[in-house]
Each structure stands twice: as structure tokens, then as C-alpha cells.
């Protein structure tokens, strides 16, 4: 199966999750908290893989994953949006790639080569670019917040990735973790100060069924087909979709935008292009 068959996955997740940021804020801005938001957006993307999965839901590899990854990065990554802001909260995330391509190499046995670090290189300078843009609070709490969602993000991609090269199909992938993901966070909402309104649930509702249930298929679907280390960065577009939806609403990228977005495409185009 060929390699250029997972880009097109992988691009459509990264465009879908370059929307949480926007439905984010608005269920911020209508009242709900961290508690809210993750709970209920894996709430919502969990009704629906349970319909696709039944009984695949109770496997032990897909709960570690979804326990242990895509529930934290869900509540870590509101936390880290709400203490640092989004250019922030975005450049700390996307040092997965780092921490994938760095682990590939030990636990998925991926190379190392000259044309993934310097895809790695200007992928990471056009992140940086692109989320300082804005600027935003750094101090230490919200390196904290942003290398938990990173570290999170990171272990979605190679145990996702573990699994599908030994023989997990894509729903599988992409759904069960979301189960987990909601058994551990729905509990949580006993905590919450926030409130839950039509125009925050609206928000929510979006981000359970596109940037959670749909995104997480397709992302497993790209992983099926192409290495974690790849992947990660081919996902780092995602900033570059939030730039364009940014423009349409009517802001400004600046030079720093089109610059970093030239770099992140370009390291895409590296890893993803045929030798």
C-alpha cells in the first residue's frame, strides 16, 4: 500500500483540528471551563465509535491509549490554551514531532535520516513562527501545560502507529482510545465551575463529532500507511488551516504567518514527497 495514500488522511485531520482553537474559545467564551469542553467533547465522540466498534472497545492496547494519551491532551491542551494563549499553547504542542521522530527510532525501529531532521527543522521554526505571531504568556506553568499536551499528542502517534503496523484497522485505531478517553474525563465534570449553555454545547457537539470522532479515524487511517515520524510533521499543517480560517474572520497574518506557513509546507513536502 502506497505511502502517498496516508497524506490525504492526515491533511483532512490536520485541517479539522486547526478548527478547535475557534470552537474552543467559543465555548470559553460562553461559559464552560476545561472540565466541560473535554468531557463532553469525549463524550459525544464516544456515543458515536461505539456504534462502529462494540466489543473491539475493550481492548487493552486501545484503553492505554486512550487513558493514558487522548484523555489527557483533551483537558491538558484547554488548560494550556486558557493559561498561555493560542500562539503559545500551539508552538509547545507541536514539539511532538521532536519527541516522535527522536522515539520512532527506539520503539518503532523508524530511521533517522538527513531528510526528516531538516524537515524537522523548518517544520518546527514555522511553527514557532507562525505561534509567536500573536504572542501569548510563556513562564513555567505554561511550558508545563504545553509539553503535557505535547508529550500526550506524541504517545497518540506511536502507540497509534505501534498498533497499525501490527494489524489494528483504522476504526479500531481512531475509536477505541475515544471510549477510554471519555470513561476518564466525564467523571471529572464534578469538578467543573463552568456552565453549560445551547451556545457552548453547540461548540462542544462540533468538537466531539469533527476535530475528535472523524479526525482521530482519518489520523489513524494516515498511520496505517505512513511512519509516525512523517506523520507527525505532514500534521504540523494544521497551524497553517487556523492561519487561513484567521484570515476569512478577518486577521492578519503578518510576515511571520506567510514565512512560517513556507516552512511548514515545505518540510510536508519533504517527508511526503517520493524519492
Known amino acids: ?19 478547535i482553537g475557534l470552537a474552543t474559545k467559543r465555548a470559553l467564551n460562553a461559559g464552560s471551563d476545561a472540565f466541560w469542553i473535554g468531557g463532553m467533547r469525549a463524550g459525544v465522540s464516544a456515543v458515536l465509535s461505539l ?14 491509549i486512550g487513558i493514558f494519551f487522548t484523555g489527557p491532551l483533551y483537558l ?19 514539539t511532538a514531532p521532536v519527541i516522535v521522530i527522536i522515539l ?39 511550558i508545563a501545560l504545553g509539553l503535557g499536551s ?17 494489524g489494528y484497522d483504522e476504526i479500531e485505531l481512531g475509536l477505541g482510545p475515544q471510549v477510554w478517553a471519555a470513561l ?23 468538537l466531539g463529532i469533527f476535530p475528535s470522532f472523524l479526525a482521530y479515524y482519518l489520523h489513524a487511517m494516515g498511520l496505517k500507511r505512513i511512519e509516525a515520524g512523517p506523520a ?25 504567518g506567510f514565512l512560517g506557513s513556507a516552512l511548514i509546507i515545505s518540510s510536508a513536502i519533504i517527508v511526503s514527497w517520493r524519492r
Do not use: C
Open 1 to 19: 500500500m502506497s505511502s502517498k495514500s496516508g497524506v490525504i488522511p492526515l491533511l483532512l485531520a490536520a485541517f479539522l483540528w486547526s478548527t
Open 51 to 64: 456504534i462502529f466498534l462494540r466489543r473491539r472497545v475493550l481492548d487493552f492496547k486501545l484503553a492505554l
Open 76 to 94: 491538558i491542551y484547554v488548560f494550556s490554551v486558557m493559561h498561555s494563549g493560542m500562539g503559545i499553547a500551539a508552538v509547545l504542542l507541536y
Open 104 to 142: 520512532a527510532k527506539f520503539l518503532l525501529n523508524e530511521s533517522l535520516n538527513t531528510r526528516k531532521l531538516i524537515a524537522l527543522i523548518l517544520s518546527f521554526s514555522g511553527i514557532v513562527a507562525v505561534g509567536l505571531r500573536g504572542g501569548g504568556n510563556l513562564d513555567l506553568v505554561a
Open 150 to 166: 505535547s508529550l500526550s499528542y506524541s504517545g497518540i502517534i506511536l502507540g497509534v502507529r505501534k498498533l497499525a503496523v501490527s
Open 184 to 206: 476518564e474525563l466525564l467523571p471529572l465534570l464534578s469538578l467543573s465551575r463552568g456552565s453549560l449553555n445551547l451556545d457552548s454545547m453547540i461548540s462542544i457537539v462540533y
Open 232 to 256: 507527525s510533521i505532514i500534521s504540523n499543517l494544521e497551524p497553517i488551516s487556523a492561519l487561513i480560517l484567521g484570515i476569512f474572520l478577518g486577521e492578519q497574518p503578518g510576515l511571520l
